[in-house]
């Protein structure tokens, strides 16, 4: 009797370009790791306009034949794919948990920096649960970096990454500054600040694969 293969991680996305960032970790870090990707860019469309609640039945449709473990990459909606393993039966994670654990650690004074306003509550709110579990007090102040997603959307990547490194290097009383978002993590090649710049693929991807 042939054993079935097991499912793999199922990727959950709000952009294409999303894809090969996962890919190349996939490939440079877990070999041999089987993704299997969903690019859904409505669901971010109709969380920023109804809010990301509203996309939890979308969510769970989508997931409901995942068969296996969840990534959801898109921070907007993390928290509403989390909140439905229960249902689903499967593990979901949020790519930007183990990020957030990871600022905790660094220090009390979080800076949050995203290019989508619909991201910057639920950051927060996660920030703050995961300071709860470790026992550690932080403050979280949010900016939103003016005119990056509007490069990122007309397909601009280096001018949108420019633009968050800027704002990154431009903070100085932090212990730590989280990019909020996937579509941000290649500005930490770029910046020059001495404070630490944390995004989520590369820990995200580890932590979804139990690695």
């Known amino acids: 009797m042939v054993t079935p293969a ?12 999303h ?17 299997r990707h969903l690019v859904v860019p409505e669901l ?11 996309q939890a039945p979308a969510v769970r449709e989508l997931l409901a034949g995942s068969g296996g473990p969840v990534l959801v990459t898109c921070s ?8 439905l393993a229960g249902e689903l039966g499967v593990p979901v994670l949020r790519v930007d948990r183990p990020l957030a654990a990871a600022a905790v650690r660094t220090g009390p004074r979080i800076l949050v920096l995203a290019t989508v306003e619909s991201t910057l509550a639920p950051t927060v709110e996660l920030l703050e649960e995961e300071a709860g579990r470790a026992g550690r007090p932080v403050s979280v102040r949010t ?5 990056a997603w509007d490069r990122f959307a007309a397909g601009d990547t280096a001018g949108c990454l420019g633009l968050v490194a800027a704002a990154a290097d431009a903070v100085a009383d932090a212990d730590a500054v989280v990019l909020a978002q996937v579509s941000m993590a290649g500005a930490q090649a770029l910046v020059t600040t001495t404070v630490p710049v944390l995004s989520s693929p590369a820990s995200g991807l580890a932590a979804a694969l139990g690695k």
């Not at 190349?24 to 790791?33: C, K, T, Y």
């Not at 907007?76 to 909140?83: D, L, M, Q, T, Y």
């Open 6 to 17: 097991a499912p793999g991680l199922t990727l959950l996305h709000t952009s294409p370009v």
């Open 19 to 35: 894809v090969p960032v996962f890919d190349a970790l996939r490939d440079r870090h877990h070999p041999g790791a089987v993704l």
């Open 44 to 54: 971010l469309e109709r969380a920023r306009a109804l809010g990301p609640a509203s």
């Open 76 to 83: 907007s909606i993390g928290a509403v794919a989390e909140s």
């Open 143 to 147: 900016r939103l970096v003016d005119g």
